[in-house]
């Protein structure tokens, strides 16, 4: 038998993370309790009560026992200084507090070593509960250099992996290169078992790092035309195929990410430990908001019939919270039509030789039909995560309309997770939706996306990706700071996050009631007024019935900071409107040709060889 890590207590809080310690640990200062990592010393300096039952430090008992049969799990802590008492405590997501499992008792009895500190190894006691941690009471002030669970397995009983990380970035320096110095820093130049099975790769899509300063024996910048995510996400994993190394594994990470080392570490550990159907597992990581880093946003979610998303966990998450850290753990996650978004996703290589690379979709839906197509098992545990920008108040019809039309649309053509016809009357909504407040250009995005679609296979191998992009982004609405506009305009319209749709304070049938989809275009302008009302620019928000017969909309951000001014323009919604008319008939008489010459192309869309032809490259597979 040889010990193994399961994952360690994290003593050093994220800089990003300082005002919120009680992700990593709680302390009681009306109590005497107190902890501080020391630089000199490289130790959490402790006094008074310290609890440790918290998001990255608490043992994940019951997923460890699920995901890899563990039943035994040790502590191992390294101290010095005052005494010490040691108490586990655990919880489930049904309690209203943790439950101690075992009383506190003095540590005595270590292995002293020469510089003075001891280790202790303490077994956690046996318990049904889904979270267990420890405690620690000090009587004076003692400092903890180490500190991490593991359990004891035999040799063979451990499975082979070598984990490549792959993150695509663009002109996103800010970001990838702090997590490029801490893979090198943190990751391999650690002493933990990844450090000798980990290999970086960073797509750069931009071409604007400098590859051979940032590039060694542990990390690999390679530069890459623009072919967005789901271009650098294959070219990653092309890379990981081609190579001598024999990767096992690869972990797709987005660039605009803080991510803590110890989600890394704790993502091999769970790999290399993996039992049955969990060996090809993929393993998520949760997206918590950068905006406000105790929220989890996100881990796993999936696709209902309508073609619409759904989180797993749709209750807000607050990772600094006890029992939203439970109740996180609880959650079964295993669900039909699941998927992982690819801001940390990681992903068998022997599944990606098998089902094939991502379409060739440029940005959105990559990740979701990648999993839509794979159909896997997905793992997700506390403490694996990024901190990413949230996507509250974002909106770019470019993407967000255009991208996600086409690209859906493809998804169902070829994996058929969803229903067409429900998803375009999902689509014919939205257009009605945005045009009643006078979005003329997001509905063109919209339009744009199913003409598009309609053209088939062939077109979607050929176009430029990046062409595509600036040519519909020109499209998005341009928002100007609000103090730049009329302001005896903006000082007329009352608006807040109750106008945009932001706060629930109205029922559910007014709710319905206001989306309704009534047209301001249709009302002859004796009805119609020039005072200027309110919107959130998005224009999926519950809307105020003083919007309704006006000619002139402001629409604002979310914040309230930005807006545009929108005029109605009769013109140009007739034109819009035969074009309408047009694309739904024309889907009507081709839409199952269409569907039909997707699914015949992905075999060709998703190999090997189309995407050599696509980005450029000669790579070949590894023997």
Not at 11 to 19: A, F, G, V
Not at 237 to 248: D, I, K, P, V, Y
Request: charged residues 25%.
């Amino acid at each position: 038998m040889i010990k193994h890590k399961l994952s360690n207590v994290v003593l050093k809080i994220e800089d990003h993370m300082t005002d919120y310690p009680e992700v990593y640990y709680r302390t009681d200062s009306l109590a005497g309790g107190s902890a501080c990592f020391s630089e000199e010393k490289s130790a959490l300096t402790l006094s008074g009560k310290i609890d440790f039952l918290t998001y990255f430090n608490c043992c994940s008992v019951a997923k460890w026992q699920r995901y890899a049969n563990i039943q035994k799990i040790m502590l191992h802590l390294e101290l010095s200084g005052d005494a010490v008492t040691l108490q586990f405590n655990g919880m489930s997501h049904k309690d209203a507090q943790p439950i101690v499992l075992a009383e506190g008792q003095r540590l005595i009895g270590g292995i002293e070593k020469n510089n003075g500190h001891t280790i202790y190894e303490i077994e956690l006691p046996a318990s049904s509960k889904d979270i267990a941690g420890f405690v620690l009471q000090v009587r004076g002030t003692a400092y903890l250099y180490d500190a991490y669970y593991f359990t004891e397995v035999e040799e063979d009983g451990i499975n082979p992996v070598k984990l490549v990380l792959s993150t695509t970035t663009f002109k996103k320096e800010e970001y990838i290169v702090p997590n490029i110095d801490l893979v090198k820093r943190e990751v391999l130049g650690s002493s933990d078992p990844v450090a000798k099975s980990f290999h970086m790769f960073v797509v750069d899509n931009g071409c604007t790092l400098d590859a051979e300063a940032l590039s060694d024996d542990g990390v690999t910048v390679l530069p890459n035309k623009n072919v967005g995510g789901a271009g650098g996400f294959a070219r990653g994993m092309m890379e990981a195929l081609a190579n001598s190394e024999g990767f096992t594994h690869i972990l797709l990470m987005d660039d605009d990410v803080k991510v803590s080392a110890e989600s890394l570490k704790r993502t091999f550990n769970l790999l290399a430990l993996a039992q049955g159907d969990y060996r090809d597992a993929f393993i998520n990581g949760a997206m918590l908001a950068i905006e406000q880093p105790n929220l989890q946003f996100e881990d796993v979610s999936f696709v209902i019939k309508s073609g619409a998303y759904r989180r797993v966990k749709e209750d807000k998450l607050y990772v600094d919270q006890i029992k939203d850290v439970a109740e996180n753990e609880s959650i079964n996650v295993e669900v039909p039509n699941a998927y992982g978004a690819w801001w940390y996703s990681c992903i068998p290589l022997k599944i990606v030789h098998e089902k094939g690379l991502p379409l060739p979709v440029f940005v959105r839906c990559d990740d979701v039909e990648y999993g839509m197509r794979t159909n896997p098992t997905y793992m997700t545990m506390n403490g694996i995560c990024v901190w990413h920008e949230g996507f509250e108040g974002r909106f770019r019809p470019s993407v967000d309309c255009y991208q996600y039309i086409r690209n859906f649309m493809i998804m169902i053509a070829v994996d058929d997770c969803a229903s067409e016809r429900m998803f375009v009357a999902r689509w014919e909504r939205n257009i009605r939706l945005h045009l009643r407040t006078m979005e003329y250009d997001t509905v063109e995005l919209f339009l744009d996306g199913m003409e598009d679609y309609l053209k088939g296979p062939e077109y979607l191998a050929s176009v430029s990706g990046e062409e595509l992009m600036k040519k519909n982004g020109a499209k998005n609405e341009k928002l100007v700071p609000v103090e730049t506009l009329d302001q005896e305009m903006v000082s007329s319209m009352k608006h807040s996050k109750r106008t945009f749709g932001g706060e629930s304070h109205i029922s559910e049938f007014l709710r319905l009631w206001r989306t309704l989809p009534y047209d301001r275009h249709l009302l002859p302008d004796a009805l119609l007024r020039d005072k200027p009302e309110a919107v959130f620019y998005s224009g999926l928000s519950v809307l105020s019935p003083r919007t309704v017969g006006t000619k002139t909309l402001v629409a604002f951000d979310l914040d309230g900071e930005n807006a545009a001014v929108r005029h109605m323009d009769r013109e140009r919604y007739k034109e819009l409107m035969d074009r309408f008319a047009r694309l739904r008939k024309e889907h009507a008489e081709r839409g199952a040709e269409v569907r039909a010459a997707y699914k015949a192309a992905k075999p060709w869309l998703t190999s090997w060889d189309f995407w050599n032809e696509y980005l450029g490259t000669d790579l070949k597979l590894a023997d």
